[in-house]
Nanobody, 115 residues
Framework: QVQLVESGGDLVQAGGSLRLSCAAS????????ANWYRQPPGQQRELVAQ???????YYKDSVKGRFTISRVTAENTVYLQMSSLKPEDTAVYYC?????????WGRGTQVTVFS
């Protein structure tokens, strides 16, 4: 069992930056993948960024060039660096880790971008 705790969400002006953190209760060195999802108000949850166990990354088209996912194994933490934020980035952001085909979720952190 892996527990995940997100942090770093905030109220930020458009054009600003935030770094979200996802702290895992155990080692993330052998994860299959780590993902950041988001759920905008009244919408479905969507995949924003992914990093595989091998370090490959994937980004939703609308965040490419603005968001960067990374993981620091020594810290058991996955990060999402977000820059040039837009009001449409407003959502609850969730961390997800897949380990041995089991999926674990955090409770989310709120990001609100105002213009």
């Amino acid at each position: 069992q892996v527990q995940l705790v997100e942090s770093g969400g905030d109220l930020v002006q458009a054009g600003g930056s935030l770094r979200l953190s996802c702290a895992a209760s155990g080692s993330i060195s052998s994860i299959d993948e780590a993902n950041w999802y988001r759920q905008p108000p009244g919408q479905q949850r969507e995949l924003v960024a992914q990093i595989t166990g091998g370090g490959r990354t994937y980004y939703k088209d609308s965040v490419k060039g603005r968001f960067t996912i990374s993981r620091v194994t020594a810290e058991n933490t996955v990060y999402l660096q977000m820059s040039s934020l837009k009001p449409e980035d407003t959502a609850v952001y969730y961390c997800n880790v897949v380990l041995n085909y089991n999926s674990f979720w955090g409770r989310g952190t709120q990001v609100t971008v105002f213009s």
